[in-house]
Every structure is written in C-alpha cells, then in structure tokens.
C-alpha cells in the first residue's frame, strides 16, 4: 500500500505565508511526478503546482512568482512553498503522486488533503 501524509496547513492572513509538506511512504518502486492541487467551495479542483522526475514544474498561472514546488527524493516528499497568500487561495489543497509500486503498476494516489485559509 501507498500512503501520502500531507501537513502545514492552516489558517494566515494575506499576505503571509505556508508551507505544505507532503510525505509519500509504502510500497513504492518509482516516483515519476508529485504535485498540488486544491479544490474551492463550489469550484473544480485544479493543478497548483508539480514537479516531475525530470524536473519540470508546472504551475497554474494564478500561482507563478507566489509559490514554489520542491522535492526531497530521499524522503519521497515534495513541498509547497506559499507566500504572498490572496483570500482566493483559500481551498482545501491535496497532494498527488503518480508512481509505480512495488508491482509494477502505475497509478495516482492523493493524499486526505488540508485546509488552507486566508482571511482579508
């Protein structure tokens, strides 16, 4: 089985910061990308931010220059930097991982995900 823990988040005002952290741990042969998405009161969840095994980091435009998506490849743990936070990010954010266990088999897996508001 695959777990993924995610912490930090929490309630700021605008303008301060956070940081999301989340651990992936269990049967895991591979990791090929991890990320962020969050999910609105009434709105789709949608990509924050990912970073692929090659190195790639996507982000939602809405997020670039604010946050940034880093990765420990030893403690399988990717990490979202949030900084200059508007009310309007406030969401509940789920970290996702695309890997390969230890079968072989490749497949999404998302974490419980944590709250993140920003009061004005």
């Known amino acids: 089985q695959v777990q993924l823990v995610e912490s930090g988040g929490g309630l700021v005002q605008a303008g301060g910061s956070l940081r999301l952290s989340c651990a992936a741990s269990g049967s895991i042969f591979s990791i090929n990308a991890m990320g962020w998405y969050r999910q609105a009161p009434g709105k789709q969840r949608e990509l924050v931010a990912a970073i692929t095994s090659g190195g790639g980091t996507p982000y939602a435009g809405s997020v670039k220059g604010r946050f940034t998506i880093s990765r420990d490849n030893a403690k399988n743990t990717v990490y979202l930097q949030m900084s200059s936070l508007k009310p309007e990010d406030t969401a509940v954010y789920y970290c996702?991982?695309?890997?390969?266990?230890?079968?072989?088999?490749?497949?999404?897996?998302w974490g419980q995900g944590t709250q993140v508001t920003v009061s004005s």
């Open positions: 996702n991982a695309d890997l390969t266990n230890s079968n072989y088999r490749r497949n999404d897996y």
